[in-house]
């Protein structure tokens, strides 16, 4: 299983950003093989993301969550204690983020992957 961080799931849905054709079919392949998932702060990040104005989802947020959450196109992991208990084991200097903690957590409690293009995160060997 391949937790996204929130600018994969929406680089890959909006067919956008920085994915090459080999992340997008590695993308694809692993939604046929039900092996995607995003942490449910993802959605919440969205909803920011849409508020703010930074982007603009098609038909509305509500119907492009709707689709972008479907069984076949991913897993969303709850927000649940053991995903916040696990923010413990994130380095000291790791960004307070909250999106980003809950996000890397969840992708720690549960042993997932984590596909990110975040510096930050890759720095820190996420």
Known sequence: MIVLDTHIWLWWLLDEGALTDDERQTLDEAAAAKEIAIS?????????????????????????????????????????KEVILAQKKLPDNFPDDPADRLIVATALHYEYGLATKDKTLQELGF
């Not at 038909?59 to 969550?65: D, R, S, V």
């Not at 689709?67 to 927000?79: H, N, R, S």
Request: proline share 7%; with cysteine.
């Open 40 to 80: 449910a702060a993802s959605i919440w990040e969205v909803e920011l993301l849409e508020r703010k104005g930074a982007i603009q989802l098609q038909p509305n947020l509500e119907t492009w969550i709707e689709l972008a959450t479907k069984p076949e196109v991913c897993k969303v992991i709850p927000i649940q």
